[in-house]
């Protein structure tokens, strides 16, 4: 079973900043946080990953709460190209499974 | 750099019939390799993966099989499919070494069964 929540749909303007949720209450201390993301009939791409610090690449940031029970997905400057489903998933280091759940569809909005 | 292909992109086919869809993984060695199936809306769900040629590991029981007959090859089978086995089909690797193990996804098949 997926170990996070994630609300199912969410809309924000483009330009605007988007921030995607996701609760793992129950996450353990070798278990990263996982984002992917998926753009409509194609197969999920990585977006960022972290353990307690807060992350930041080219695609987003990562910001995870002190007691790691959840965490915001952030993309600075949506874009119309950023429409997709978001997932949040987390899982220990050095193991082989990703539990994908039913993850978050955003939807820009010009 | 490293690529993941499956083919065929997509694939009409009627109950009972057989089915094999193949994933193969260049410009790396020695990859986890993962089957998922996403049904119309619906998350992806875990099919198979595998650690190595010859070890597959099953998440659902169902009519599909999994076989690793090479290190980047992965294979996908059914002797008779059902209904309820059309769905978009993913094949995904990660590396073994490293500590993240992010996976990386092809581009699906799209399996309709009529």
């Known amino acids: 079973d997926a170990k996070t929540t994630q609300p199912p749909s969410m809309d924000c303007a483009e330009g605007r900043a988007a921030n995607l949720p996701c609760n793992h209450s129950?996450?353990?201390?070798?278990?990263?946080v996982y984002w992917y993301r998926q753009i409509h009939s194609q197969g999920p791409q990585y977006i960022i990953h972290?353990?307690?610090n807060n992350e930041t690449n080219e695609m987003a940031s990562l910001i995870i709460t002190e007691d790691r029970k959840s965490s915001t997905l952030i993309l600075p400057h949506a874009t119309l190209r950023d429409t997709a489903v978001y997932y949040c998933?987390?899982?220990?280091?050095?193991?082989?499974?990703?539990?994908f759940g039913t993850g978050t569809r955003l939807k820009v909005l010009a | 750099s490293q690529t993941i292909h499956q083919w065929p992109a997509t694939l009409v086919q009627p109950v009972g019939s057989p089915l094999s869809l193949e994933c193969t993984v260049e410009?790396?060695?020695?990859?986890?390799l993962y089957w998922y199936r996403q049904a119309a809306g619906r998350g992806l769900q875990l099919l198979f993966y595998?650690?190595?040629?010859?070890?597959i590991s099953s998440e659902v029981p169902q009519n599909l099989s999994a076989s690793r007959p090479q290190d980047r090859q992965f294979i996908l089978s059914s002797k008779k499919l059902l209904l309820s086995d059309s769905g978009f089909y993913l094949c995904?690797?990660?590396?073994?070494?490293?500590?993240?193990?992010?996976?990386?996804f092809g581009p699906g098949t799209r399996l309709t069964v009529l």
């Open positions: 995904a690797w990660s590396a073994t070494s490293g500590f993240y193990n992010e996976q990386f």
């Open positions: 129950t996450i353990s201390g070798n278990e990263y």
């Open positions: 972290g353990l307690k």
């Open positions: 998933i987390v899982k220990a280091s050095g193991t082989y499974k990703y539990i």
């Open positions: 410009g790396t060695s020695n990859p986890n």
């Open positions: 595998s650690v190595g040629i010859g070890q």
